[in-house]
């Protein structure tokens, strides 16, 4: 059973960089597909970003490529999730996120563990 918390939002301007870190307990982070999610006010929970066990393949959401950056260091179970260049639509609780498998990463349902989630304010 994995544990996770999310660190490291807060307010940031638009155009600017924030790094959240996501790290756990329980079983090693080795073992999981690893992802983000974040979720607006009166939003449907989306995908962000997808890692899987070893960092070795990875996915975006259209809306954040070539601006988000996941990895992950395993040793430390450890996710991190690097925004840059953001922008006010990026204003939500970003959730990290840990299944078994790579198979339906974008889909939150197929997700067995969540953290608690973190604010990201971006203003213009």
């Known amino acids: 059973q994995a544990q996770l918390m999310e660190f490291g939002g807060g307010l940031v301007q638009a155009g600017g960089s924030l790094r959240l870190s996501c790290t756990g307990s329980?079983?090693?982070?080795?073992?999981?597909?690893m992802s983000w999610f974040r979720q607006a006010p009166g939003k449907e929970r989306e995908f962000v970003a997808a890692?899987?066990?070893?960092?070795?393949?990875?996915s975006y959401a259209d809306s954040v490529k070539g601006r988000f950056a996941i990895s992950r260091d395993n040793a430390r179970n450890a996710v991190f999730l690097q925004m840059n260049r953001v922008t006010p639509e990026d204003t939500a609780v970003y959730y990290c996120?840990?299944?078994?498998?790579?198979?339906?990463?974008?889909?939150?349902?197929?997700?067995?563990?969540w953290g608690p989630g973190t604010q990201v304010t971006v203003s213009s």
């Open positions: 996120a840990a299944k078994i498998g790579l198979a339906q990463a974008g889909t939150p349902g197929s997700y067995d563990h």
């Open positions: 890692s899987d066990r070893d960092g070795s393949t990875t």
């Open positions: 329980g079983r090693p982070f080795s073992v999981y597909t």
